[in-house]
């Protein structure tokens, strides 16, 4: 049974850091495609980040781009997604996620396989 089981957020200032993590069971993540994606309230999902199985490719979204990182430990299984200069504008449920193909149309969620359940990221101004 896949289980991806994100850890890390809470509540932090503007301009402040945060780093999220995402354990992974069930699936060697060197064979995945692993992203994160976010949902505000009101809001659709939207992709965040991805990292190709190496992890030697990453595409992100506009907005985060220049702030956020993305890495892997594939030894570990685990995903990171670690936030700088955070903006109250990234409040929101992070999503860990796992694609069997490459790191192509990451910006569709349906095309991702499995998800985690999500973490709160609240930045207050």
């Known amino acids: 049974q896949v289980q991806l089981v994100e850890s890390g957020g809470g509540l932090v200032q503007a301009g402040g850091s945060l780093r999220l993590s995402c354990a992974a069971s069930?699936?060697?993540?060197?064979?995945?495609?692993m992203g994160w994606f976010r949902q505000a309230p009101g809001k659709e999902r939207e992709f965040v980040a991805a990292?190709?199985?190496?992890?030697?490719?990453?595409l992100y979204a506009d907005s985060v781009k220049d702030r956020f990182t993305v890495s892997r430990d594939n030894a570990e299984n685990a995903v990171a997604l670690q936030m700088n200069s955070l903006k109250p504008e990234d409040t929101a449920v992070y999503y860990c996620?796992?694609?069997?193909?490459?790191?192509?149309?990451?910006?569709?969620?349906?095309?991702?396989?499995?998800w985690g359940r999500g973490t709160q990221v609240t930045v207050s101004s």
């Open positions: 996620a796992a694609k069997f193909t490459s790191l192509v149309n990451v910006a569709v969620f349906p095309n991702w396989d499995y």
């Open positions: 069930g699936l060697p993540i060197s064979r995945y495609t």
């Open positions: 990292s190709s199985g190496s992890g030697n490719s990453r």
